[in-house]
C-alpha cells in the first residue's frame, strides 16, 4: 500500500460525458502527478501540482483540466470524453518538488463507450 | 527535449537467468534516472533511482542499475530471476525535478 488513494477505481460513462477523477497523497507529501496510461500511448504524464499550484505540465488535452486543493487532494477533470480517453489514469505524489520519489495510486480505470 | 527508450517490449528468462533490461535516455542535461515495476493490476513501485551519486544503484528486490554516461543507458541488471520478477517494468527521465517521461514498458515473463 502506497498511502496515495484514488477514486473511483473503475468508471464507465459515455462519449461527450464529463468525469471527476480524485486522488489523496500520502499524509505529508505536497506534490501531486496525474498520469494516463493506454496501451498505445504508454505511460504518459499530465500534469503536476505542488502545495495547491500548478508546477508542470505534460500531455494533458485541453478537454483535460486539475486542481489541487488546500488540503492537497487533487482532482482530475476529463470532459467532451472520447473513446479514446478510455485508459487508466493514475495519481502519484511526492514529499517535494525535485527528484523525490513518486508513490503511485493504484489508478482509476476509465472506460469510455 | 527528454526521451527514454526501453529496447524490447517483451523479455523471457528461465528462472534463475540473469534478467537485463534495457533503458537509453536523452537529456541535454544531467538527468535523474528512475526504474519502476508495475504488478498487475497495480500502481508502479519504484525499484531504484541515479541522483549522480554513485553510478551503481542497488535496489529493492535484488535488482540494480548502472549509468553509463558514454552510452546514455541505464540498464537494469538481477543476477537471478524469480517468479515473482514478472511484471511491467519502466524507465524514467526527469530533468528539472518535476516532470517525468517514461519509456514505454517491458513485459518481463520469467519461465519456470
Known amino acids: 500500500d502506497s498511502g496515495v488513494t484514488q477514486t473511483p477505481k473503475h468508471l464507465i460513462t459515455a462519449t461527450g460525458q464529463r468525469v471527476t477523477l480524485r486522488c489523496s497523497p500520502r499524509?505529508?507529501?505536497?506534490?501531486v502527478y496525474w498520469y494516463q496510461q493506454s496501451l498505445d500511448q504508454g505511460l504518459q504524464f499530465l500534469i503536476q501540482?505542488?502545495?495547491?499550484?500548478?508546477?508542470a505540465k505534460g500531455n494533458i488535452l485541453e478537454r483535460f483540466s486539475a486542481q489541487q486543493f488546500p488540503d492537497l487532494h487533487s482532482e482530475l477533470n476529463l470532459s467532451s470524453l472520447e473513446l479514446g480517453d478510455s485508459a487508466l489514469y493514475f495519481c502519484?505524489?511526492?514529499?517535494?518538488?525535485?527528484?523525490?520519489?513518486?508513490?503511485f495510486g493504484p489508478g482509476t480505470r476509465l472506460t469510455v463507450l | 527535449a527528454q526521451s527514454v527508450t526501453q529496447l524490447g517490449s517483451h523479455v523471457s528468462v528461465s528462472e534463475g537467468a540473469l534478467v537485463l533490461l534495457r533503458c537509453n535516455y536523452s537529456?541535454?542535461?544531467?538527468?535523474?534516472l528512475f526504474w519502476y515495476v508495475q504488478y498487475p493490476n497495480q500502481g508502479l513501485q519504484l525499484l531504484l533511482k541515479y541522483t549522480s551519486a554513485a553510478t551503481l544503484v542497488k535496489g529493492i528486490n535484488g535488482f540494480e542499475a548502472e549509468f553509463k554516461k558514454s552510452e546514455t543507458s541505464f540498464h537494469l541488471t538481477k543476477p537471478s530471476a524469480h517468479m515473482r520478477d514478472a511484471a511491467e517494468y519502466f524507465c524514467a527521465v526527469s530533468v528539472g525535478g518535476n516532470q517525468f517521461y517514461f519509456g514505454t514498458g517491458t513485459s518481463l515473463t520469467v519461465i519456470p
Open positions: 501540482y505542488y502545495n495547491g499550484e500548478e508546477r
Open positions: 499524509s505529508g507529501d505536497l506534490s
Open positions: 502519484a505524489s511526492s514529499a517535494g518538488l525535485a527528484y523525490n520519489e513518486q508513490f
Open positions: 537529456s541535454s542535461v544531467p538527468p535523474y
